[in-house]
């Protein structure tokens, strides 16, 4: 672990523009591997992220945990979904219980992948998920009835819808990889889809990537970004008024990092900056592509969500564990 830590701080220097001949050395005498869980690179980082902040445990022993969401019921807590436990758990400081689970129903092997992935509070303050092996979107309702938001594009079964986002007018986007699919058989479709659903419930296919993941909104809703996990990278998409996208372009491109995770899930904050999920950490991306920082827990994460009254507190699902920080910025929406 130490190494690739290492590893990670030289080489981001040179996927953002620098070289190793100048910056290494200096890197590699000014970082204590054995200590180090915030890796600032440029000096904006120290607005965002105090400088005597901490990534703090607050939870283990799970399968993989994902598809992290804030719910400001009551005093708020934060949902979470553990994919190979098939369960959606909810967090509070007094600890962790189950809040919806099953997700999936049938027969499968353990480990696989089953359940539900990417979370999100609808404008009426409903819980929606994605599913993997159920090819679906559902909704699960105060009284913990659930139902089918969306499962079909123009007939076919979606992949595996994995991360969602509203749009302000009540839109839902969402991306569907092929990754979670219960059996290569099981794909109906040609794509791997970033999909817009209205409040009517027109489903729109925007762009197709080789395996879209996370994707969040621009403050202004100008701008949609997208991770994509094969490749390592951000993608960025124009938004038209009415929905539309862009042709994309790569914001940000890891794929030369060598360290574990890929590109998953991302949120952007008040000021627009990106905090992605990647190989070795959260990177904290300026919104004229400049690379901040990177928050490195001990486990790699795969998603993040503001949460708390102020929506300065990220969280973070890692594997079998949760974590959070505090920072000086809340989240966009807050």
């Not at 901490?54 to 719910?71: L, R």
């Not at 949609?224 to 996990?229: I, M, N, P």
């Amino acid at each position: 672990m130490l190494r690739w830590i290492l590893m990670l701080c030289i080489v981001l220097t040179v996927a953002c523009g620098g070289s190793t001949s100048d910056q290494s050395d200096e890197m590699e005498s000014e970082i204590d591997v054995e200590a180090v869980t915030i890796y600032r690179r440029h000096p904006a980082l120290d607005d965002l992220v105090p400088l005597d902040a901490s990534i703090e445990q607050i939870g283990e022993g799970f399968g993989f945990t994902e598809g992290p969401a804030w719910v400001p019921r009551g005093d708020g807590f934060l949902l979470f979904s553990d994919i190979p436990a098939n369960t959606i758990f909810q967090w509070t400081p007094e600890g962790v219980t189950e809040f919806y689970g099953p997700v999936y129903e049938g027969d499968f092997e353990e480990g696989r992948l089953v359940g539900s992935n990417g979370i999100i509070v609808d404008p009426e303050g409903e819980i929606i998920f994605t599913e993997h092996f159920n090819g679906r979107i559902s909704r699960v309702d105060t009284a913990g009835n659930r139902s089918t938001v969306v499962d079909n594009y123009e007939g076919g079964r979606l992949n595996s819808p994995n991360d969602l986002v509203y749009k302000s007018d009540g839109s839902l986007f969402f991306t569907d990889p092929s990754f979670g699919l219960p059996s290569p058989e099981a794909k109906a479709l040609d794509v791997n889809g970033i999909y817009k659903l209205s409040p009517g419930g027109d489903l729109t296919l925007l762009a197709d990537q080789p395996a879209p993941n996370g994707l969040a909104f621009s403050p202004d809703e100008s701008r949609l970004y997208v991770a994509d996990s094969i490749g390592k990278s951000w993608f960025v998409y124009e938004v038209a008024e009415d929905g539309t996208l862009g042709a994309g372009e790569i914001f940000f491109d890891a794929s030369q990092t060598e360290a574990p995770g890929a590109a998953d899930g991302l949120k952007v904050d008040a000021q627009g900056n990106l905090w992605a999920t990647g190989p070795g950490g959260v990177w904290i991306i300026s919104p004229d592509g400049q690379h901040l920082g990177t928050l490195i827990p001990p486990q790699p994460p795969a998603n993040v969500a503001w949460g708390d009254s102020d929506g300065q507190t990220l969280y973070m699902t890692a594997r079998d564990k949760l974590y959070r920080i505090r920072v000086n910025v809340a989240g966009d929406g807050w």
